[in-house]
């Protein structure tokens, strides 16, 4: 079993800067792949970013490409998305997610085990 705690979402105008982090316990963290998903109202749940186990390969969706960039730190078992020039569109609840999985398709959510719990992110025009 793998518990996932996000936190790090809030109020920002359009332009601004948010930092989300996902800390991850249960579970061998360094084998796993970590990823960020989102939903905004009415739509569909997205994948945004995603890190593969040995942080060599990323994916980002092509509207954060430039903006946002996910990292993480095997040693805190921990995983980031550093959230630059947001935009309204980006206003959605972000979802940390966990996989025991080594391949590159990392924008596929069903390789993910386990999700947390999700933080509202709100940008304000």
């Known amino acids: 079993q793998v518990q996932l705690v996000e936190s790090g979402g809030g109020l920002v105008q359009a332009g601004g800067s948010l930092s989300l982090s996902c800390a991850a316990s249960?579970?061998?963290?360094?084998?796993?792949?970590m990823g960020w998903f989102r939903q905004a109202p009415g739509k569909g749940r997205e994948a945004v970013a995603a890190?593969?186990?040995?942080?060599?390969?990323?994916y980002y969706t092509d509207s954060v490409k430039g903006r946002f960039t996910i990292s993480r730190d095997n040693a805190k078992h921990t995983v980031y998305l550093q959230m630059t020039s947001l935009k309204p569109e980006d206003t959605a609840i972000y979802y940390c997610?966990?996989?025991?999985?080594?391949?590159?398709?990392?924008?596929?959510?069903?390789?993910?085990?386990?999700w947390g719990q999700g933080t509202q992110v709100t940008v304000s025009s």
């Open positions: 997610a966990f996989a025991n999985y080594r391949g590159l398709d990392l924008y596929v959510d069903s390789k993910y085990n386990y």
């Open positions: 890190i593969s186990w040995s942080g060599y390969t990323t």
């Open positions: 249960g579970r061998t963290f360094g084998d796993s792949a």
